[in-house]
């Protein structure tokens, strides 16, 4: 069973930067597509960011690309998401994922709990 728990979020003024972590259990940490999403009430959760399982690919929603940075650590299990530019819009509650590509679709098959991300105008 593959668990994630993620860390780093909190309050921050708009444009200013944050860290997330998600540290996850489990030896298939490595066969993983690792991503992250954040959902404000009452809309969809989105897609934010997503990282290979070497690390040498990653993608990004058009939102933050340019903004946002994800990475991976395999040493340490932990995928991470560097916020920079912060924006109001940024207020989400932010999801670790892991999954695996079907075709074109990323398919996530565990979820974090979740950490709160609030950026004040």
């Known amino acids: 069973q593959v668990q994630l728990v993620e860390s780093g979020g909190g309050m921050v003024q708009a444009g200013g930067s944050l860290r997330l972590s998600c540290a996850t259990s489990g030896r298939t940490f490595h066969i993983y597509i690792m991503g992250w999403f954040r959902q404000t009430p009452g809309k969809e959760r989105e897609f934010v960011a997503r990282?290979?399982?070497?690390?040498?690919?990653?993608y990004y929603a058009d939102s933050v690309k340019g903004r946002f940075s994800i990475s991976r650590d395999g040493a340490k299990n932990t995928v991470y998401l560097q916020m920079n530019s912060l924006k109001p819009e940024d207020t989400a509650v932010y999801y670790c994922?892991?999954?695996?590509?079907?075709?074109?679709?990323?398919?996530?098959?565990?979820w974090g709990q979740g950490t709160q991300v609030t950026v004040s105008a």
């Open positions: 990282i290979t399982p070497s690390g040498f690919s990653t």
């Open positions: 994922a892991a999954g695996l590509l079907a075709g074109p679709k990323y398919e996530v098959e565990h």
